[in-house]
T-cell receptor, first 112, second 110 residues
Framework: EAGVVQSPRYKIIEKKQPVAFWCNPI?????LYWYLQNLGQGPELLIR????????DSQLPKDRFSAERLKGVDSTLKIQPAELGDSAVYLC??????????FGPGTRLTVL | TQLLEQSPQFLSIQEGENLTVYCNSS?????LQWYRQEPGEGPVLLVT?????EVKKLKRLTFQFGDARKDSSLHITAAQPGDTGLYLC??????????FGDGTTLTVKP
């Protein structure tokens, strides 16, 4: 069974530029999560989807971050415009009806 | 917001030694997960514990969930260099909500 797929794996952009990350969850997993992880810290939730509905986006900086999961399968996270402090690893995870989450490899973003 | 504190933050030991890392909270969780993360990769699930007092073993790793479901420990016997990584605990509550600790970075020297 394929795991969570994320692309790109690495992205380097200049500040004020837009950037987008893509995630394809494990087949059949209705819950999808986007996390931000800074070096030496645990993942911090940005947004959680149940199917196509964003059920928890309280930690998403909505002035510059947006996300969508239009058909309840894959998802895109966008930052526009990116700031220096956005440099981090962006992780996607999915789960079925349990508390256990399965993570993708992440996208490492560097903002110059 | 439920908080999870992990200790120690860093641990460096020699191959063959035993170690225990801790995950503590003042909140009650419905379940708790342990993950290991290697550089450049996402966290990989090691175990899920659900019942207070539960003990699970995975080869040389022993996981325990506290009786009150507020804390957990991970014990590694005879650590090997391949055990090196960031060990994260995550507590789940209110169906679908989880919080992660900041992890313990373990280095096992050959």
């Amino acid at each position: 069974e394929a795991g969570v797929v994320q692309s790109p794996r690495y992205k380097i952009i200049e500040k004020k530029q837009p950037v987008a990350f893509w995630c394809n969850p494990i087949s059949g997993h209705n819950t999808l999560y986007w996390y931000l992880q800074n070096l030496g810290q645990g993942p911090e939730l940005l947004i959680r989807y149940e199917n196509e509905e964003a059920v928890d986006d309280s930690q998403l900086p909505k002035d510059r971050f947006s996300a969508e999961r239009l058909k309840g399968v894959d998802s895109t996270l966008k930052i526009q415009p990116a700031e220096l402090g956005d440099s981090a690893v962006y992780l996607c995870a999915s789960s079925s009806d349990t508390d256990t989450q399965y993570f993708g490899p992440g996208t490492r973003l560097t903002v110059l | 917001t439920q908080l999870l504190e992990q200790s120690p933050q860093f641990l460096s030991i020699q191959e063959g030694e035993n170690l225990t890392v801790y995950c503590n909270s003042s909140s009650v969780f419905s379940s708790l997960q342990w993950y290991r993360q290697e550089p450049g990769e996402g966290p990989v699930l090691l175990v899920t514990v659900v019942t207070g007092g539960e003990v699970k073993k995975l080869k040389r790793l022993t996981f325990q969930f506290g009786d009150a479901r507020k804390d957990s420990s991970l014990h590694i016997t005879a650590a090997q260099p391949g055990d090196t990584g960031l060990y994260l605990c995550a507590g789940a509550w209110n169906a679908g909500k989880s919080t992660f600790g900041d992890g313990t970075t373990l280095t096992v020297k050959p």
